[in-house]
């Protein structure tokens, strides 16, 4: 599946269900989500809930996976906030690109919203300094889905293009 199909079929599903990757295939997607943001060290970490966990699998009995993604500003203090926040939300994205292009779905619940909700009671206890980002859930979509190509997006209200300054113009 090339980049754009990935980007333009990706759905959103409403409810997910299993198998999630197994152990081994989700550290591969990770690894090239954590790629596609260039050289460590990455100012991030990935809690993956374990309850129920089976040997080498991905998550308890077949079921969906709950990964809390977690910002450590301590592991790359030399990057800005702003270069922080780009390379995990570069990485976030990657991963739930990956995950589709292997048949898998993904449902992103920001902070906000993941501490309002159902999930909250078992979300880990942060470190010093860590801020939660969101709780990723990956598995299957409860109901197999038709690929859907959405339209390209009209963008005429998104970009804008700088004349080129006048030469030998007076500063006002």
Known sequence: MDVMTALLTRPA????????????ELR????????????GP???????????DTPGGGAAAGGPLRAVL???PARAPHLSDG????????ALNALELLLHARGYASSWQPADLATRTASARSLPELGSGESLLGLLTIGRP?????????????IADLVSRRAAPVAGAAAR
Do not use: N
């Open 13 to 24: 599903p409403a409810r997910l269900s299993g198998p999630a990757p197994g152990d081994g």
């Open 28 to 39: 591969y997607l990770l690894k090239g989500a954590a790629a596609a943001c260039g050289e």
């Open 42 to 52: 990455h100012p991030w970490h990935w809690i993956l809930d374990s309850t129920g």
């Open 70 to 72: 977690v910002l450590v």
């Open 83 to 90: 270069e922080r926040t780009r390379r995990v939300y570069t």
């Open 142 to 154: 409860d109901s197999p889905q038709a690929l859907v190509r959405r339209p390209l997006a009209d």
